[in-house]
């Protein structure tokens, strides 16, 4: 059973550009929503994480938005760059950070010149 | 920030062998670490948490006399498959976190072991 569904699945953004990624949960017991951004070769790194008590978080060019009555939450990269260009996984988990992860499917982006 | 070191990053090993990976946190005391499965392409798939000083908890499905991890220290856990054999050739990747008063604190990934069984 996917409780972690993520969209889309390769995504393709300008530089300069803004990318979205949107992932949708099942299980209303989540209380935590971290992104991930994965290179190839390497372990995920925690991008930015929300929790369901906040509506939007901001870091940077990073932001999630957060709709707790839709199950819905989304990444926003502002200014994309090429440097960006990696494989983005939202997770979720009950408990809070450090419980066990849920995963989405991942979400491959490539950011071109 | 935390580090956590996976060993070895790649090994390739004959089928019917078994492999041992190691997770260690270098500047932190893990109470805790997962260990995840991925395929290539794929989503990152938990198989175990790993409890210091106690057995394992694994995911339904996951074959716990095959995928035998060992949590002896606050500093390393170990994944060994035994008996591999070329379906179980993937990206094993381990994240700790640390002790119970560093609870809102995020899990830290290693940067994963690929195993190839020939």
């Known amino acids: 059973q996917q409780q972690v569904k993520q969209s889309p699945q390769s995504l393709i953004v300008q530089k300069g550009g803004i990318s979205i990624i949107n992932c949708a949960y099942e299980n209303t017991a989540f209380d935590y929503f971290p992104w991930y951004q994965q290179f190839p070769g390497k372990g995920p790194a925690l991008l930015i994480a929300?929790?369901?008590?906040?509506s939007e978080k901001k870091e940077g060019r990073f932001t999630i938005s957060f709709n707790k009555s839709a199950k819905q939450f989304s990444l926003h990269i502002m200014d994309s760059q090429p440097g960006d260009s990696a494989t983005y996984f939202c997770?979720?988990?009950?408990?809070?950070?450090?419980?066990?992860?849920?995963f989405g499917t991942g979400t491959r982006l490539q950011v071109t010149l | 920030g935390a580090v956590v070191s996976q060993h070895p990053s790649w090994v390739i090993c004959k089928s019917g062998t078994s492999v041992k990976i190691e997770c260690r946190s270098l500047d932190f005391q893990a109470t805790t670490m997962f260990w995840y499965r991925q395929f290539p392409k794929q989503s990152l798939m938990l198989m175990a948490t790993s409890n210091e000083g106690s057995k394992a908890t694994y995911e339904q499905g996951v074959e716990k006399d095959k995928f035998l991890i060992n949590h002896a220290s606050l500093t390393l856990s170990t994944l060994t498959v035994t008996s591999a054999h070329p379906e179980d050739s993937s990206f094993y990747i381990c994240?700790?976190?640390?002790?119970?008063?560093?609870?809102?604190?995020?899990?830290?990934f290693g940067d994963g072991t690929r195993l190839s069984i020939l």
């Open positions: 929300i929790r369901p008590d906040v």
């Open positions: 994240s700790a976190r640390g002790v119970q008063r560093q609870l809102n604190q995020p899990q830290h």
């Open positions: 997770a979720a988990s009950i408990g809070g950070t450090a419980s066990k992860l849920t």
